[in-house]
């Protein structure tokens, strides 16, 4: 089964469609002129439309100093605030999360929200977006993770390490490889179910029958302007029993769990209830 992550990111978005007057803001702090980067922040700015929330985008230049760009994000007055990664290299990225307060952070990559997902798991309000949208995708199938060996390839901060984190909260059997990792195929084909955030053409190329394979990866293509994923997907998916194509695949449903950030924290400051994921068992923070 191929995964049609449009079609599930769509159906999602209008279920956290604002209808109230005073609505949230999202402010996006863009750097430079990367066309990647720029497709990304339209993306997120027509989610922003399709939900009928505010968004305000501040473009700076290319050269932009730490310290001017610090100040800024300081002044905003915005519900939710991101910076679009990647950075130049002359900034700081970690300094620069860590200057939007964490209450703010709806891509969830400030120390003090990932140190909660550490402990609180799913029972957190606002989630890092690419590892939500990857349980989002599991819960929508009804995917059992419970004892299962989970192959997660990547570690980094944005994807691998949140996720794996939150799978054994599921209490899956966690795998997590990385560039140093040594027969990497070995820790694939043992999988059940293997998740690859690494950002490398054809890096999962056979996996066991039946495994189901989800591709956070992008690169681009060999062909100009397009985009790829990990897997070798035509080999692939006449092996998998789900699998998730890239484009279309996980990053519209990314946007998607970015739009559901900005809910919770609107949500949280009106004291309403927050969206928590209904399908947590009582267990879930044994360990
Ligand atoms: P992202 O933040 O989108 O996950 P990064 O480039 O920050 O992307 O991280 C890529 C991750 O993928 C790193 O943890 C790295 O160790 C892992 N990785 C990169 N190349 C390989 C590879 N060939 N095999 C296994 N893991 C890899």
Same mark, same amino acid.
């Given at each position: =089964?191929?995964?049609?992550?449009?079609?599930?990111?769509?159906?999602?978005?209008?279920?956290?469609?604002?209808?109230?007057?005073?609505?949230?803001?999202?402010?996006?702090?863009?750097?430079?002129?990367?066309?990647? #980067?720029?497709?990304?922040?339209?993306?997120?700015?027509?989610?922003?439309?399709?939900?009928?929330?505010?968004?305000?985008?501040? *473009?700076?230049?290319?050269?932009?100093?730490?310290?001017?760009?610090?100040?800024?994000?300081? #002044?905003?007055?915005?519900?939710?605030?991101?910076?679009?990664?990647?950075?130049?290299?002359?900034?700081?990225?970690?300094?620069?999360?860590? #200057?939007?307060?964490?209450?703010?952070?709806?891509?969830?990559?400030?120390?003090?929200?990932?140190?909660?997902?550490?402990?609180?798991?799913?029972?957190?309000?606002?989630?890092?977006?690419?590892?939500?949208?990857?349980?989002?995708?599991?819960?929508?199938?009804?995917?059992?993770?419970?004892?299962?060996?989970?192959?997660?390839?990547?570690?980094?901060?944005?994807?691998?390490?949140?996720?794996?984190?939150?799978?054994?909260?599921?209490?899956?059997?966690?795998?997590?490889?990385?560039?140093?990792?040594?027969?990497?195929?070995?820790?694939?084909?043992?999988?059940?179910?293997?998740?690859?955030?690494?950002?490398?053409?054809?890096?999962?190329?056979?996996?066991?029958?039946?495994?189901?394979?989800?591709?956070?990866?992008?690169?681009?293509?060999?062909?100009?302007?397009?985009?790829?994923?990990?897997?070798?997907?035509?080999?692939?998916?006449?092996?998998?029993?789900?699998?998730?194509?890239?484009?279309?695949?996980?990053?519209?449903?990314?946007?998607?769990?970015? =739009?559901?950030?900005?809910?919770?924290?609107?949500?949280?400051?009106?004291?309403?209830?927050?969206?928590?994921?209904?399908?947590? #068992?009582?267990?879930?923070? *044994?360990?």
């Amino acid at each position: =089964m191929i995964f049609n992550g449009n079609q599930l990111a769509n159906s999602i978005l209008q279920t956290l469609r604002v209808t109230s007057k005073i609505k949230p803001k999202l402010g996006i702090c863009l750097v430079g002129d990367s066309p990647a #980067s720029k497709s990304y922040v339209n993306r997120k700015l027509k989610a922003c439309q399709e939900i009928n929330v505010d968004a305000e985008l501040f *473009n700076f230049s290319e050269n932009v100093e730490q310290d001017q760009l610090i100040k800024h994000i300081q #002044s905003m007055n915005h519900d939710g605030i991101l910076v679009q990664l990647p950075l130049p290299l002359h900034l700081n990225k970690l300094d620069i999360i860590h #200057s939007i307060p964490y209450e703010k952070d709806v891509d969830c990559l400030h120390m003090h929200n990932l140190q909660r997902i550490l402990v609180y798991g799913e029972l957190c309000e606002m989630l890092p977006c690419t590892p939500a949208a990857v349980l989002q995708i599991l819960d929508y199938y009804d995917v059992n993770v419970i004892g299962k060996k989970v192959t997660v390839i990547g570690r980094s901060f944005l994807v691998g390490l949140p996720l794996s984190v939150l799978l054994q909260k599921r209490n899956a059997t966690v795998t997590v490889c990385h560039r140093e990792t040594l027969n990497l195929d070995q820790h694939i084909m043992n999988a059940d179910i293997v998740i690859s955030a690494a950002g490398h053409p054809k890096l999962v190329r056979n996996v066991k029958q039946g495994a189901i394979v989800i591709d956070v990866g992008i690169s681009q293509g060999e062909q100009k302007g397009r985009i790829v994923g990990d897997v070798d997907f035509d080999v692939v998916k006449n092996q998998a029993s789900l699998i998730t194509p890239v484009p279309g695949g996980v990053g519209p449903m990314t946007v998607c769990m970015l =739009m559901r950030n900005l809910c919770n924290i609107w949500k949280k400051k009106q004291g309403q209830p927050v969206y928590i994921n209904p399908k947590l #068992s009582d267990a879930y923070l *044994n360990d």
